[in-house]
């Protein structure tokens, strides 16, 4: 059996660790909800909430530097990717709906 002293992991430390600051909540949710809106983008268009969220989730998990800077900006990325093609999706449906009404 291993002990602690050999290496085994204990409660409080890595992998087991309950600091939700070290799992970097913030920029992981940046991320995943920046990947969701391109995706979204791409799909429908219409995800504009969930790019401002990833683009804000992002900006705050940086600008306190939780350790996950990669992925906080990486949701940042995404964010806007997705707000440019949500943006753009808006823009094309206000042309369609205004050409087609007269």
């Known amino acids: 059996m291993i002990s602690a ?9 890595w992998p ?9 909540g913030r920029s ?6 920046g990947i ?18 990833a683009i804000v989730l992002g900006v705050v998990a940086a600008v306190r530097g939780q350790g996950h800077t990669g992925n906080a900006i990486g949701g940042v990325v995404f964010g ?15 042309v369609v709906l205004t050409l087609t009404a007269g």
């Open 36 to 53: 969701v809106s391109t995706v979204g983008g791409v799909l429908c268009g219409w995800t504009l909430p969930l790019a401002v969220l």
């Open 28 to 33: 992981w949710l940046a991320l995943r909800l």
């Open 80 to 94: 806007a990717i997705g707000l440019l093609l949500s943006v753009g999706w808006m823009v094309h449906s206000l």
């Open 5 to 13: 002293a050999e290496g085994a992991p204990t409660a409080g430390s």
């Open 16 to 24: 087991f660790t309950s600091d939700p600051a070290s799992r970097g």
